[in-house]
């Protein structure tokens, strides 16, 4: 089964920097479509961001509005991992980070940010933003 392991999460100052790693393991990823999702406590799971299945060539990441232009996810296949790089952190960006994953054939098909989609998860890493 693929297993999937988070870390890098931890406590950070608002302005600060971070990056997740989510390594995998039984499967490579390069065929697997890959999100992050978060979940602060009392709020519902929601998708952060995701990225197309290794060989996509346009659109092949997509991000949350709240956190356009401060995140970027990417994929490292040799390493079999994927990242996600969080930059100008804000505190509402405190939460569990989780990453998840589905295996699809076809290169260029879009990633999901829908939590259903996803069948293989990650046990999550705690992100705080706090000065």
């Known amino acids: 089964q693929l297993q999937l392991v988070e870390s890098g999460g931890g406590l950070v100052q608002p302005g600060g920097s971070l990056r997740l790693s989510c390594a995998a393991s039984?499967?490579?990823?390069?065929?697997?479509?890959i999100g992050w999702f978060r979940q602060a406590p009392g709020k519902e799971r929601e998708g952060v961001s995701c990225i197309r299945r290794s060989g996509a060539s346009r659109n092949y990441a997509a991000y949350a509005d709240s956190v356009k232009g401060r995140f970027t996810i990417s994929r490292d296949n040799a390493k079999n991992t994927v990242y996600l790089q969080m930059n100008s952190l804000k505190p509402e960006d405190t939460a569990i980070y989780y990453c998840?994953?589905?295996?699809?054939?076809?290169?260029?098909?879009?990633?999901?940010?829908?939590?259903?989609?996803?069948?293989?998860w990650g046990q999550g890493t705690q992100v705080t933003v706090s000065s």
């Open positions: 039984g499967f490579t990823l390069d065929a697997y479509v």
């Open positions: 998840a994953a589905y295996r699809i054939a076809t290169v260029q098909a879009m990633c999901p940010m829908n939590l259903a989609r996803y069948n293989s």
